[in-house]
């Protein structure tokens, strides 16, 4: 954590310890809203906090105000509101609004314009919101929402990409994403998309197999509709390069829409198909079974 006030650059050494810290990090992430005195002595001591909880507390924020503000009792961000603490955001130059204020200004924007300010929220953003505190809960649980915050700025980035054809760089957050959350169906689903439309499918399969078998080794269930929709679009792209394979997909989709009940119209419609799908799936089955 680094202060800057008036020029000058300040520590979490300079607020006087490891308390004086804490409280300043509480106010922070809850920065324009009042935290009072009885959750700030919760949070930092919780049920072995003493009789003097309180005058420790004053203390502490009081060097507080002496680093930030020297001179500024009154006037100054830090204030006393409501039987505890804020910090005014009118007077505060925080990374974390800046996050969330240009992620807010990227929804607004058209892709174009909404990309480079992704990149700078992502860039702004890229090291562990208070990686520094690893023992405190409530640290943990902050950073824990900002990841998730994180995670869907990169699949943001990712969407966002992938409409500007910058496909390469689409893959790139969208694989960024699932290393946060290897569950992320929406991150995935963009991963797959974007290695469709790059002309990648065989890649594009890869990612979906390994989805598939992470969906039903974690959680007992199969990738939703729309990557199962990704999936056989590549599956119907890989095709195109290869007579036979094709053959085989149209005799596959052919097959399964029987299976779930098709009409008699749309089989009508495929009367080759009809005739020969058993066929063709059958004489691809052997020399598979010859090949292995």
């Not at 810290?21 to 935290?35: A, C, D, K, Q, S």
């Not at 119209?265 to 009367?271: K, N, S």
Request: proline share 5%.
């Amino acid at each position: 954590m680094e202060i800057r006030r008036d020029g000058v650059a300040l520590t979490a050494a300079d607020l006087g310890g490891c308390k004086p810290r804490h409280i300043f990090e509480i106010l922070l992430l809850n920065l324009g809203t009042p935290v009072s005195k009885t959750r700030l002595i919760e949070i930092l001591w919780g049920p072995s906090a003493s009789d003097g909880a309180v005058a420790t507390l004053e203390s502490y924020v009081s060097g507080i105000r002496r680093a930030i503000q020297p001179g500024q009792t009154k006037t100054g961000p830090l204030r006393t509101a409501n039987s505890g603490y804020v910090l005014d955001p009118q007077l505060v130059d925080l990374d974390l609004s800046r996050f969330r204020g240009l992620l807010r200004a990227a929804s607004l924007a058209a892709p174009a314009d909404a990309y480079p300010l992704l990149l700078e929220a992502l860039e702004l953003s890229a090291e562990p919101l208070l990686g520094f505190e690893l023992v405190a809960d409530w640290a943990e649980e902050a950073r824990t929402r900002h990841s998730a915050e994180r995670v869907a700025a990169m699949i943001f980035a990712a969407e966002t990409a992938t409409f500007l054809e910058r496909h390469d760089e689409a893959i790139r957050w969208a694989q960024a994403a699932i290393r946060t959350e290897p569950l992320n169906e929406r991150a995935w689903t963009v991963l797959v998309t974007a290695y469709e439309l790059a002309g990648l499918p065989v890649e594009g399969l890869s990612a979906y197999d390994r989805c598939r078998r992470l969906f039903d080794r974690d959680l007992a269930c199969s990738p939703g509709p729309a990557l199962q929709a990704a999936h056989l679009r590549l599956l119907r792209q890989r095709a195109e390069a290869n007579t036979e394979l094709s053959e085989v997909l149209a005799a596959l989709l052919f097959l399964g829409e029987r299976l779930h009940g098709a009409g008699p119209q749309r089989l009508a419609a495929d009367d080759r198909l009809h005739e020969n799908a058993g066929r063709i799936l059958d004489s691809f089955l052997q020399r598979v079974r010859a090949a292995v």
